[in-house]
């Protein structure tokens, strides 16, 4: 089972702590914030792992070496040279998670109690392109689902602007499932193929707004979900006492 995990951006929000260690490295309760998500992933059964790098690239390839890749199959995707978003990124990292299976991809920066397993399994018991976990967090910037399309996804709005985007002609936001993206996905690798003629460095999201009508983009919700995004210096203390709860 593949899984990619996203540990290259800047962790600007982490600072000062990101001037000297990437995000990833950034420790809670006595483990880097990669080695929580990567045992997690490796707990789910997922064995063969891609970690993208770029801010102090270096010292997350060393640290994976002293841990000996926590014991499975673990490939790093260089983005030294350039960040390349999120989409760039799994695009660069296409070498890797193309075959015949899909592939989980997990922010090296949440915290949660999901079953990652089950999010992969079900994505298997469809026909999906991409299953993205989503759950009823209050925020701004929603993606919209069709409950009559087996929650497929139609389009995003953000409720403070009143922006809409969505490629279905005609879209307007009423009578559509709205749902929080929790930063955690499964992709199908056929759908690697869709991203050839995008340009090197594009955000996922703007990808799956932009391919929703051509690809099956669909949401699983996320019941009795507890999760926490360590992005922000206040989020430390509180992803501790998270890790003791949960």
């Known amino acids: 089972m593949k899984a990619m995990i996203f540990a290259a951006g800047l962790g600007t929000r982490l600072k000062p702590i990101t001037d000297s260690i990437p995000k990833a490295l950034v420790p809670i309760s006595g483990k880097t914030l990669l080695e929580h998500v990567a045992l997690k992933l490796i707990d789910a059964g997922f064995n063969d792992l891609v970690i993208n790098v770029h801010h102090f690239s270096q010292q997350i390839i060393d640290f994976l070496k002293a841990n000996n890749n926590f014991g499975v199959r673990i490939q790093v995707s260089d983005e030294t040279d350039q960040l390349l978003d999120t989409g760039g990124g799994i695009r660069k990292a296409t070498s890797f998670l193309q075959g015949n299976e899909p592939f ?101 999201m703007d990808f799956y707004l932009k391919e929703a009508e051509a690809l099956h983009i669909q949401a699983n919700v996320a019941n009795n979900l507890k999760m926490i995004d360590v992005g922000k210096i206040n989020a430390i203390e509180q992803a501790e006492q998270f890790l003791k709860d949960n």
């Open 104 to 204: 989980l991809v997990h922010n090296v920066d949440i915290l949660s109690n999901v079953d990652l397993k089950a999010i992969w399994d079900t994505h298997n018991q469809t026909n999906a392109d991409a299953t993205l976990l989503v759950s009823e967090r209050q925020t701004q910037r929603y993606l919209l689902f069709d409950q009559e399309e087996n929650m497929r996804l139609k389009g995003w709005t953000n409720i403070a602007t009143g922006e809409v985007k969505s490629p279905f002609p005609d879209f307007t936001p009423d009578g559509y499932a709205r749902y929080a993206f929790a930063g955690i996905h499964v992709i199908s690798p056929q759908i690697l193929q869709s991203m050839a003629n995008w340009p090197e460095k594009f955000p996922i």
